[in-house]
Nanobody
Framework: QVQVVESGGGLVQPGGSLRLSCVASGTILNIARMRWYRQGPGMERELVAL??????????DSLKGRFTISAISRDNVMNTVFLQMSSLTPEDTAVYLCNARLRIGIGSSYEDYWGQGTQVTVSS
């Protein structure tokens, strides 16, 4: 069984910073990549950033320079990803969701697992 759990959301003032965490746990052979998405009120879900097991990172253009994705490994498996967010604006208010593309064993295919999301609210 695999679990993906986000944490670190909350209320922050405009201009502030926040760091989100996401941990994938359970029966995992390896994780190919982890991604952060967000979905604001009445908005489509959008990709924020991704990081691969090799350390390659990618960001949606509008967020470059304000958001930074990083990851750490446990037992040589990248299983924890962070999203450092700075200079936050009310437009960053959203549920932030973590996605892990992983396989649970030899012979299994890669599948996507999602967390429940963590709410980020930027407001004065």
């Amino acid at each position: 069984q695999v679990q993906v759990v986000e944490s670190g959301g909350g209320l922050v003032q405009p201009g502030g910073s926040l760091r989100l965490s996401c941990v994938a746990s359970g029966t995992i052979l390896n994780i190919a990549r982890m991604r952060w998405y967000r979905q604001g009120p009445g908005m489509e879900r959008e990709l924020v950033a991704l990081i691969t097991s090799g350390g390659y990172t990618e960001y949606t253009d509008s967020l470059k320079g304000r958001f930074t994705i990083s990851a750490i490994s446990r037992d040589n498996v990248m299983n924890t990803v962070f999203l450092q967010m700075s200079s936050l604006t009310p437009e960053d208010t959203a549920v932030y969701l973590c996605n892990a593309r992983l396989r649970i064993g030899i012979g299994s295919s890669y599948e996507d697992y999602w967390g429940q999301g963590t709410q980020v609210t930027v407001s004065s």
